[in-house]
């Protein structure tokens, strides 16, 4: 099946620095996501990418389906901002007609104050 | 877009026991529903996905098995629960190949 990476694994900022957090993935997909699991353990949708760039608010994302990945940017963070990071991907398993949402490991971030 | 509705929130319960996690969806018709689970650590895994009513394909062999019994409704069940079932279960949607959402999960113990 398909690969996706995450990385940094980890990371630690302090409130007010930028970051940017990268998603490579193993083979073509017809969409790529990006979410943020709160404290509480809810996915919250950031971004439905499979390709160009996105912006809301101090968070953007880009993917460049061409070369199989995509970047995540969290510009002025917060602590807020906490918790884990994961991208997504949705490919076609088998050539069938429906997709199979695989996840990479996440990336846990902390703010600091 | 669509509303995921996971109850209970939190869940536990004694080994040998059984299990049913129902999840109902809103805002969309004829989903495509999966069950993750989420160990301790930080991996979501894959367990279960469903194109439509009473077609169900299994990700790992597991104790668990899921059903489909109506368009916008995905269960999640076992017969007799394993320690090593304890988790946290989230179950998602998405309508053919697009945007999938979540619903807000369910925290298994078994003791």
């Known amino acids: 099946g398909i690969q996706v990476e995450q990385s940094p694994p980890d990371l630690i900022l302090q409130e007010g620095a930028n970051s940017t957090l990268r998603c490579n993935f193993s083979?073509?997909?017809?969409?790529l996501q990006w979410f943020h699991q709160n404290p509480w353990g809810q996915l919250i949708n950031l971004f439905y990418i499979p390709s160009g760039t996105k912006q809301n608010g101090r968070l953007s994302a880009t993917t460049v389906a061409t070369e199989r990945y995509s970047l995540l940017y969290i510009s002025s963070s917060q602590t807020t901002d906490s918790g884990v990071y994961f991208c997504?991907?949705?490919?076609?398993?088998?050539?069938?007609?429906?997709?199979?949402?695989?996840f990479g490991q996440g990336t846990i971030l902390t703010v600091h104050p | 877009s669509q509303t995921i509705h996971q109850w209970p929130a939190t869940l536990v319960q004694p080994v040998g026991s059984p299990l049913s996690l129902e999840c109902t969806v809103e805002g969309t018709s004829n989903p495509n529903l999966y069950w993750y689970r989420q160990a301790a650590g930080r991996g979501l895994q894959l367990l279960f996905y469903s194109v439509g009513i009473g077609q169900i394909s299994s990700e790992v062999p597991q104790n668990l098995s899921a059903s489909r019994p109506q368009d916008r409704q995905f269960i999640l069940s076992s017969k007799k629960l394993l320690l090593s079932d304890s988790g946290f279960y989230l179950c998602?949607?998405?309508?053919?190949?697009?945007?999938?959402?979540f619903g807000q999960g369910t925290r298994l113990t078994v003791v």
């Open positions: 998602a949607s998405s309508r053919l190949n697009t945007e999938a959402f």
């Open positions: 083979d073509s997909v017809n969409n």
């Open positions: 997504a991907v949705l490919y076609n398993a088998g050539g069938t007609s429906y997709g199979k949402l695989t």
